[in-house]
């Protein structure tokens, strides 16, 4: 993989998002990757437990903006709609794996990355961490089954307000509110991780499969129907004007001026 990194070691797969030159943002080669990489550990019965971490000062900004102003000035709309499916389709994934999946985050945690922490079942953040719902900056709305994940672990009302403001949640807020398992400064972070891993060894396979498969059938199984939606309004977004001002001017490192078109 080109994209990614991809280790086995014991009973845990890791996959380490691995484009720090771009701040690890989601083109559409890296999100097929992680699928692929989602699909080889659970199908093998050696992986007991998967590990999303990332490469670089940024865990990931989410959809890669160069890309996207590369698509915006080529009016290419279909590969923007095609990462929006990807993403969505990786935390949809995350949540039907019949094992559990830990995510390790530091530095930004933002767009489609910060809804994939929400998927994850085990979030373990730095102190320096911080999730941002960027998505309203460059006149999109959330992405990777955000509001779906956002509203079920936090509230309607909280999932609205980041969504709206795009405000960043500090790693303390974000444990507060229950996003994040555990908060540690950045060198404890390996161990805090083998603390977890060693109290989920003692556990059931079995039992984190059915437990797994309870929480989807209870807050999950309209996914496919959320989806849809997601994909349908994103694709809408990518092709006004205020979403073609957003990406432009982060590009110019300016303040976007929507226009509501």
């Not at 060693?198 to 797994?212: C, H, Q, V």
Request: hydrophobic residues 45%; proline residues 2%; charged residues 25%.
């Amino acid at each position: 993989m080109e994209h990614i990194i991809y280790q086995l070691e014991d009973d845990l797969a890791t996959l380490t998002l691995n484009r720090p030159e771009v701040a690890n943002g989601f083109h559409i080669p890296m999100c097929e990757e992680i699928l692929e990489a989602l699909t080889l550990a659970q199908e093998d019965p050696a992986v007991h437990f998967i590990l999303i971490n990332a490469n670089g000062k940024v865990f990931s900004i989410g959809g890669d903006l160069v890309e996207m102003k590369r698509a915006v000035d080529e009016d290419d709309i279909p590969s923007l709609t095609k990462i929006a499916e990807l993403v969505n389709t990786i935390s949809y994934k995350i949540k039907q794996i019949g094992k559990p999946v830990l995510m390790e985050v530091d530095g930004a945690v933002a767009g489609a990355a910060a809804n994939m922490a929400v998927a994850a079942d085990f979030c373990l953040s730095t102190d320096k961490a911080k999730f941002i719902q960027a998505f309203v900056g460059v006149g999109l709305a959330p992405d990777a089954g955000g509001i779906h994940l956002l509203s079920r672990s936090i509230g309607v009302t909280r999932a609205t307000q980041l969504a709206m403001t795009g405000e960043a949640l500090t790693a303390e807020k974000a444990l507060e509110w229950g996003l994040v398992y555990r908060v540690c400064e950045a060198d404890k972070l390996e161990k805090t991780r083998e603390q977890l891993l060693k109290k989920l060894r003692r556990g059931s396979a079995n039992s984190y499969a059915a437990i797994k498969k309870l929480v989807w059938e209870s807050q999950f199984k309209d996914w496919q129907d959320y989806a849809a939606l997601e994909l349908n309004l994103q694709e809408s977004l990518a092709q006004t004007e205020d979403f073609k001002e957003g990406i432009r001017a982060h590009s110019e490192r300016r303040r976007s001026k929507f226009t509501g078109k």
